[in-house]
Nanobody, 124 residues
Framework: QVQLVESGGGSVQAGGSLRLSCTANVNIASAYMGWFRQAPGEEREGVAAVYPGGGITYYADSVTGRFTISRDNAKNTLYLQMNMLKPEDTAKYYC??????????????????WGQGIQVTVSS
């Protein structure tokens, strides 16, 4: 059973930075990994994804240039560096993992395993 544990969330003022981490209890070297977020009253949306090897990354338009997704396979950990945070980035953030080929990065159905979510709050 794959378990994912997120950390690094919290409260920050607009313009600040946070780094989210997601550590898996399995080897993630061959995993497709992503970050999603869900704000109150909104649907969950894809934020960023990184494919095996780390060379292919995807970002939502709303975070491009501000967020960076990365992975450390030796530590079985996925990261999301969030800079220049805005109040509209306030949401619960989830990491997601799967080992199957197929689907597009922003589809929730692509990912079988999910973390419990971690809150990020950005104040103006």
């Amino acid at each position: 059973q794959v378990q994912l544990v997120e950390s690094g969330g919290g409260s920050v003022q607009a313009g600040g930075s946070l780094r989210l981490s997601c550590t898996a209890n399995v080897n993630i070297a061959s995993a497709y990994m992503g970050w999603f977020r869900q704000a109150p009253g909104e649907e969950r949306e894809g934020v960023a994804a990184v494919y095996p090897g780390g060379g292919i990354t995807y970002y939502a338009d709303s975070v491009t240039g501000r967020f960076t997704i990365s992975r450390d396979n030796a530590k079985n950990t996925l990261y999301l560096q969030m800079n220049m945070l805005k109040p509209e980035d306030t949401a619960k953030y989830y990491c997601a993992v799967d080992f199957r080929i197929g689907g597009t990065w922003r589809e929730e159905s692509k990912y079988r395993y999910w973390g419990q979510g971690i809150q990020v709050t950005v104040s103006s």
